[in-house]
């Protein structure tokens, strides 16, 4: 069975930074491409950020660019997502999510329980 | 990288069909056949249920299928039953090189 456990969120002042991670089990992760959804509680989703099996490509959504940065390490099944200069907006739960293929353009599958993130002063 | 737009709602009566749009450009629903679909239940995470247009993942109900023409994508759901009042939202790979959600839409089953 298919686990992504999400865990480093919490409570940060404006300006300060967080680094989210997602333990992952159950699947060849350095097979699939894995993909950060955030979600403010009672509202839309919204990507975040993908990265390809290799993390030779990356990419992000506008509104985080330079900000966050989201990485992963095949040999310890995990996947990372540095976030920095947090504003207000980004309150949010942020969802680890397992991509379809090794690319991240095709799409995404099964997705973790979330880590809570909220930034205030 | 404006959210593809859904209907807020829409509701049908157990065992009619209905159909969910998702509009977008031709920069990321008309561009690309990458096109997904979830539902998400209160307090819960989302669920696949359509990936690449129209492509069901195993143990996703027939019910649901999925289809695309120019920038629009559609769901429609079957046999409607009531477990399936809950909350739905589409996706696209987008020509930005990233993915956008829709608003989400709300679905009654009356």
């Known amino acids: 069975e298919v686990q992504l456990v999400e865990s480093g969120g919490g409570l940060v002042q404006p300006g300060r930074s967080l680094r989210l991670s997602c333990a992952a089990s159950g699947f060849t992760f350095n097979d699939y491409a894995m993909h950060w959804v955030r979600q403010v509680p009672g509202k839309g989703l919204e990507w975040v950020s993908g990265i390809n099996w290799n993390s030779r490509n990356i990419a992000s959504v506008d509104s985080v660019k330079g900000r966050f940065t989201i990485s992963r390490d095949n040999a310890k099944n995990s996947l990372y997502l540095q976030v920095n200069s947090l504003r207000p907006e980004d309150t949010a739960f942020y969802y680890c999510v397992k991509g379809i293929s090794g690319y991240y353009y095709y799409g995404m599958d099964v997705w973790g329980q979330g880590t809570t993130v909220t930034v205030s002063s | 990288q404006s959210a593809l737009t859904q209907p807020a709602s829409v509701s049908g009566s157990p065992g009619q069909s209905i159909t969910i749009s998702c509009t977008g450009t031709s920069g990321d629903v008309g561009g690309y056949n990458y096109v997904s679909w979830y539902q998400q239940h209160p307090g819960k995470v989302p669920k696949l249920l359509i990936y690449?247009?129209?492509n069901r993942p195993s143990g996703v109900s027939n019910r649901f299928s999925g289809s695309k023409s120019a920038n629009t994508a559609s769901l429609t759901i079957s046999g409607l039953q009531a477990e399936d009042e809950t909350d739905y939202y589409c996706s696209s790979y987008t020509s930005s090189d990233t993915w956008v959600f829709g608003g989400g839409t709300k679905l009654t089953v009356l």
């Open positions: 690449d247009v129209d």
